[in-house]
């Protein structure tokens, strides 16, 4: 019993990894899409152009551009880690849930 509840931890654990990743990485592009200004402004550094979010161009600082580089990258190796676990462990168990 003690292996099957592992297992079934595991797979609510790695869902759920993915789901939080997936939603944080379209969160913050959505943010930035919709608080980020369409036009340079030089007073607040925000002079670095980028395409977000199916065409919307908006300019962030550097710091802006280094955290939203992050967050993304975080996101989608967390959501690759999680289903890559998911899988083995859909190797490794036939049916958990019985």
Known sequence: MGDIFFKRV???SLISIFFISL?????IEL???SY???FPQAETGRVIRIT??????VYV?????????S???TAVVAMLVSFIGMGILKLSV?????
């Open 10 to 12: 595991a797979v609510i």
């Open 23 to 27: 939603f944080t990485h379209v969160a």
């Open 31 to 33: 943010s930035y899409a």
């Open 36 to 38: 980020k200004p369409r």
């Open 52 to 57: 977000i979010n199916h065409g919307s161009t």
């Open 61 to 69: 600082s550097r710091e802006e551009l280094r955290r939203l580089s």
């Open 71 to 73: 967050v993304q990258t």
């Open 94 to 98: 036939r049916n958990i849930w019985n």
